[in-house]
């Protein structure tokens, strides 16, 4: 039958038709788009993104981050080139209260020491913001974003953009009055919103390395339970995340250099003397440090609990990941008794910061396969 519709289309002159290629619908559309490449740009944004979080943590252990008194996020790019401009930025910063009352006669040479680390920080801001917009711009206007991704993306820039006023909101709370530094709620903000970025940064990277088809069929396999649990986790990791913050925002963790007593007790007998008392919880250097301390055994007894859950997972990749954030809580939580041991000095506070950066990720790539776990074979292998 199909041999006599060929001969009578000949006849009449017309040309058998191709079938057309079928077309998938929004799950095959998910494909388009240059998801490896993208994903690598995330990868690139993450690292800078955790390369400033550090480089801010050294901006605030060396009590740089007042040293430039103005916000100019484009003329801001040049540093001082002449004698005459390296004195009029001393000038400036002889002018708010941190010189004034904690670094009177500070010499020109120890001011453009904490000049460049500030300058670095900012100029690490404005690179980071010159490489999201270099990505999204390039794959937008060569059409090479994924179906549903756009807004993802932009979002990120949007945040950026929002980090960089929080952090000239977080610098001028310390520029007037009797502050000797920024203010350790605005620090806070600050801090909580990088992780916010890199959280996003971190998820969207796990997500690409898969297409749409693959991300909803593995989620037929998810566990809604395990996602629950380590999403609480997550949480109260930000939550730790923040007190560390005031604890540096008040150099609170070079106070009471003893474990597991504070002052020979369990919690410092100076915990609210300033009034009124709301100003204990984020400038009473007993109270914010225990408060990271208790939040930080609840976050450990959290995380044993996820980690048990975890291990009785059927997928071995989720297994392996869960094992691998407990294994990361256990040395985040040496490192800040050590800390506290030796009064957070900079080659510990640091590596206590940093690891507080690979515990959020490993949480984010842990609860992500929670959602998403990988397909393995009948004996359990990936």
């Known amino acids: 039958m199909a041999e006599k519709r060929k001969l009578f289309e000949e006849v009449g002159g017309q040309a058998p038709k191709e079938r057309a290629a079928p077309k998938g619908g929004m799950i095959d559309a998910g494909r388009r788009g240059a998801r490896g490449a993208i994903r690598l740009w995330l990868m690139l944004l993450f690292a800078l993104v955790v390369v400033m979080i550090g480089v801010g943590g050294l ?19 040049l540093p001082p080139m002449d004698a005459a401009t390296w004195e009029a930025e001393f000038d400036k910063y002889r002018q708010i209260p941190e010189y004034q009352l904690q670094n009177k006669g500070m010499s020109l040479a120890e001011f453009k020491f904490i000049y460049w680390w500030e300058w670095g920080h900012r100029q690490l801001g404005r690179t980071i913001g010159l490489v999201w917009a270099i990505g999204f711009f390039g794959f937008l206007l060569a059409r090479q974003i994924p179906t549903g991704w756009t807004g993802r993306l932009l979002g990120l820039g949007a945040l950026g953009g929002l980090q960089g006023a929080v952090g000239w909101w977080m610098v001028s709370s310390g520029l007037g009055g009797q502050m000797l530094d920024v203010a350790s709620y605005r620090l806070a903000t600050h801090l909580g919103l990088a992780f916010v970025i890199l959280g996003f940064i971190a998820w969207y990277i796990y997500a690409l390395d898969r ?12 566990e809604p339970k395990l996602f629950s649990i380590s999403t609480g986790l997550l949480h109260l990791a930000f939550v730790q995340i923040l007190l560390g913050a005031l604890v540096a925002g008040i150099d609170a963790g070079r106070n009471y250099p003893s474990w597991p007593l504070m002052e020979g007790g369990l919690w410092p007998s100076d915990m609210f003397i300033e009034t009124p008392v709301w100003r204990n919880f ?6 914010v440090q225990f408060m990271h301390r208790m939040v930080g055994y609840l976050l450990l007894v959290f995380g044993v609990v996820v980690w048990l859950r975890g291990r009785k997972s059927p997928n071995a ?7 691998a954030v407990f294994a990361m809580l256990l040395v985040q939580v040496a490192i800040g008794i050590v800390t506290v041991v030796y009064a957070a000095p900079l080659e510990i506070a640091l590596p206590h910061q940093v690891g507080a950066v690979i515990l959020w990720a490993l949480i984010l790539r842990a609860r992500f396969s929670a959602r998403y776990p990988k397909k393995q074979s009948v004996r359990g292998g990936i």
Do not use: H, Y
């Open 282 to 287: 984020f400038e009473n250097p007993g109270l």
């Open 211 to 222: 297409d749409e088809r693959a991300l909803m069929q593995a989620r037929r396999e998810a």
């Open 317 to 323: 990749d989720t297994r392996f990941r869960f094992n």
């Open 59 to 77: 901006t605030r252990l060396t009590d740089s981050g007042l040293s430039i008194t103005e916000w100019k996020p484009v003329t801001g790019a």
